[in-house]
């Protein structure tokens, strides 16, 4: 049993949890995910790895309620515990690879859409400390769903903010913000979006205009996580991918997103049944 | 003289009823029958089946046991060689091993061996006999990779011997294959894979599930960082291979081990469960082997009308001859000689169809069966809401590309003799990790040859 040592309700529908997984903690890397099951007769469900802390031996997810599953997710409190939490699962970010004098020269342009922003937050820490310059462009649906704001603006060069009804920061998509950037003459050597398959589409054919490479994290539908059922295929570059061992981050300017988000839906009908009400945009 | 009567007959569920049931299809013997069938066992001298088993159970003894009702000692006998009786009993193919080279079977019937051992099985578990007898720990720690039936026989060997055993499960449940992929109609989970993990644990050994080795932990931290002096790797084959035909991404397709994983792991013909599992009204299984038919068999009951679509005929289907029988009178429709060539997809992105191709019969190929040569220009559609692709599968790659030095072959399968020993000192391997997907009991075989392996080895570098 995995114990929840914390828990905060960032958002009315978007939770942040502190799990006790030495282990994982220990072992996990930033861009590499993770399966948890909330109960005996649950499903196993993929989340991003989001923080760990090595020295505590406690891995902090982020879940943002959209199905039966994530509700049942959401619904447990501090002192609770999941039945199976196991990871770290697929590949690191490959900029964990770079040395910290590389990366000291480099500059780079997150995109965070909603949920996303929970492990963009991290991987930004994790760049600002090795002294490289790091902008993040954060969008959600309104302010209720806005989260880590502050804390970015703490790691972050720029923060720009922007949200579909102006809640908060300005009205418009990320891709708006992308484009402002570019034209302005902004240059970086990267970009990274996390969040929903349809921003991550966009972003990636705006960043592709730009000449701006992009890496995507695809939140795929998995079973077992480990390669063993292919559910989370998608295709980049024309081949076949296992989102699970070949990624999950993949080159977005490859990426067949119609396909990705179609697949999405496999068991939309079902879930639907199960109560199941899409409150990010996806499937409209 | 033997009694020369009839292969006694084994009760099952009536087809009409099993199709729409995931209870088991086999009933097994009662205590009557087992005994009356054991009479039937010449109780050779020389007795090939023992031979014909990976494991060399003590057929004739067992055997000789249960004919004089002393199933406690029949019991005791098979422990001897086996951990999973009841498993091998059930899912064993016995017509090409112990009952293949029974004498009996050269102007008749061999005997039942399975329906004997599964008996005995059966009966231990539910008077609860169990065989607990270990040496005295030796203080030394030998991890094992894998709860399928390859590291449950090796993990048995070495915690019988005094060692202390650790298991890393990846999935949240004990028994790899016997999981996820074997369906309860033909394995029931609680009562039969449950019990028999439990008898291994009941050793000492313990199993340590949501690991994934050469991620939250590698081949290397086990030997350097946790002590332990020796490391199998029983990982099976789970990566499921695909056709790559055009259209195979489209939404209504997946693997056998999609399939499987959904209804057997997550419980999916379970409603108090959560995991969703798709079927539509027409299920097409790509396929011929175990799996094929354990997809078919579970789509069917889930209410689709299932064909399966094999490129050769029925007499090359790698399938166990019982389980094509079985499928056959539950109602699944065989349509052979026909190869995909592509998967049609309406315009939501869903399968409606697959564009087919008839085959015929060539010359024999390396693995003996004769070779599908495509009919030119012989292609038709067949309609169908669902695609399962159960075309094998080979190992996960993961392992050993977080282990330097471990060498695989071209199949991606760990390179490792007869013996287990892998390049690298210290790692043992076997089951469907080194020879890709077999059977059960082979795997079985290959984790006791790699824990003798084991022992040994440990032994020489204490000296």
């Avoid at chain 2, 695909?242 to 959904?262: D, K, Q, W, Y």
């Avoid at chain 2, 289907?317 to 049609?344: Q, S, W, Y």
Wanted: charged letters at 25%; one cysteine or more; aromatic letters at 6%.
């Amino acid at each position: 049993m995995y114990k929840i040592l914390k828990k905060e309700q960032l958002t009315p529908i978007i939770v942040l949890m502190e799990v006790e997984a030495p282990r994982l903690a220990a072992s996990a890397k930033p861009g590499q995910f993770l399966i948890v099951r909330a109960h005996e007769k649950g499903e196993r469900i993929p989340l991003t790895v989001c923080d760990y802390d090595t020295d505590r031996g406690t891995v902090t997810i982020v879940t943002q309620i959209v199905g039966a599953s994530s509700r049942q997710i959401c619904h447990l409190n501090q002192g609770d515990s999941f039945v199976d939490f196991v990871g770290p699962l697929g590949k690191p970010s490959e900029f964990t690879e770079l040395s910290d004098d590389e990366l000291k020269s480099m500059r780079f342009l997150f995109i965070a859409g909603g949920l996303g922003t929970a492990p963009v937050y991290p991987q930004v820490k994790y760049f600002h400390s090795k002294g490289a310059k790091v902008d993040v462009i954060i969008g959600a649906k309104n302010r209720d769903m806005l989260i880590f704001e502050n804390e970015m603006r703490a790691v972050a060069d720029n923060v720009y903010i922007c949200t579909d009804d102006g809640s908060a920061g300005e009205k418009g998509l990320v891709t708006d913000v992308l484009a402002r950037l570019m034209e302005n003459g902004e240059q970086y050597n990267h970009a990274v979006a996390i969040g929903p398959m349809i921003m991550m589409k966009f972003a990636s054919l705006a960043a592709k205009k730009h000449n701006l490479p992009i890496i995507v994290s695809l939140n795929t539908l998995m079973v077992d996580g480990t390669g063993m059922c292919g559910a989370c295929r998608v295709t980049v570059g024309g081949k076949t991918k296992f989102a699970c061992v070949d990624g999950p981050e993949f080159d977005g300017a490859l990426v067949d997103f119609d396909e990705a988000m179609r697949r999405q839906g496999m068991y939309r009908t079902i879930e639907s049944e199960a109560d199941h009400k899409c409150k990010i945009g996806l499937g409209e | 003289m033997r009694n020369k009567i009839p292969r006694v007959p084994v009760r099952e569920q009536d087809p009409q009823v099993r199709r729409g049931n995931f209870e088991e299809v086999c009933y097994g013997y009662n205590s009557e029958e087992a005994m009356l069938e054991a009479t039937r066992c010449l109780q050779c001298k020389k007795p090939s089946c023992v031979g014909a088993c990976p494991v060399s159970i003590k057929i004739p003894q067992f055997i000789l046991k249960v004919e004089e009702g002393d199933f406690a000692a029949a019991s005791a006998i098979i422990a001897e060689d086996s951990s999973l009786p009841a498993v091998c009993g059930r899912v064993c193919p016995q017509e090409s091993q112990c009952e293949g080279s029974c004498i009996l079977g050269v102007k008749g019937e061999p005997v039942a061996i399975g329906k004997l051992e599964r008996f005995v099985a059966d009966w231990s578990r539910e008077n609860k006999v169990k065989f607990t007898d270990v040496k005295p720990s030796n203080g030394k720690k030998v991890a094992v990779v894998g709860s399928g039936p390859a590291g449950l026989a090796c993990a048995t060997d070495l915690a019988k011997e005094g060692y202390e055993v650790t298991i890393f499960e990846v999935l949240h449940e004990a028994g790899g294959v016997l999981q996820y992929g074997i369906p309860e109609f033909r394995l029931p989970k609680e009562s039969v894979v449950k019990t028999e993990v439990d008898n291994v644990r009941a050793l000492g050994v313990k199993i340590e599930t949501n690991i994934v080795v050469g991620r939250t932990v590698t081949i290397d931290s086990l030997l350097d960082d946790e002590g332990f002096e020796a490391v199998f790797i029983g990982s099976g084959a789970g990566l499921p291979k695909f056709m790559n035909i055009p259209g195979e991404n489209l939404n209504g397709v997946v693997s056998a081990n999609e399939f499987l994983t959904r209804n057997n792991l997550m419980k999916a013909y379970d409603p108090s469960y959560d995991t969703p599992i798709y079927v539509g009204k027409r299920v097409a299984v790509v396929g011929g082997g175990n799996v094929a038919m354990d997809a078919a068999r579970t789509a069917l009951r889930l209410g689709a009308e299932v064909t399966v679509i094999y490129r050769r005929t029925e007499k090359e289907l790698p399938a166990r001859v019982e389980e094509v029988h079985h499928a056959k009178e539950e109602g699944i429709n065989f349509m052979m000689l026909t190869n995909p060539t592509e998967i049609l997809g309406d315009e939501r992105g869903w399968v409606k169809g697959i564009r087919c191709q008839k085959m015929e019969l060539g010359e024999p190929d390396e693995s003996g069966r004769r070779s599908p040569i495509p009919v030119p220009d012989a292609f038709f559609d067949t309609q169908t809401d669902v695609v399962i692709m159960s075309l094998g599968t080979s190992p996960n790659p993961l392992i050993a590309s977080t282990t330097p030095g471990l060498e695989t072959n071209k199949w991606r399968c760990i390179v490792a003799d007869d013996d287990g020993k892998t390049t690298r000192e210290g790692v043992f391997a076997g089951g469907d990790a080194v020879t890709g997907a077999a059977t059960v009991i082979l795997a079985m075989g290959a984790g006791r040859k790699a824990a003798a392996a084991i022992h040994e080895y440990i032994s020489s570098k204490k000296r």
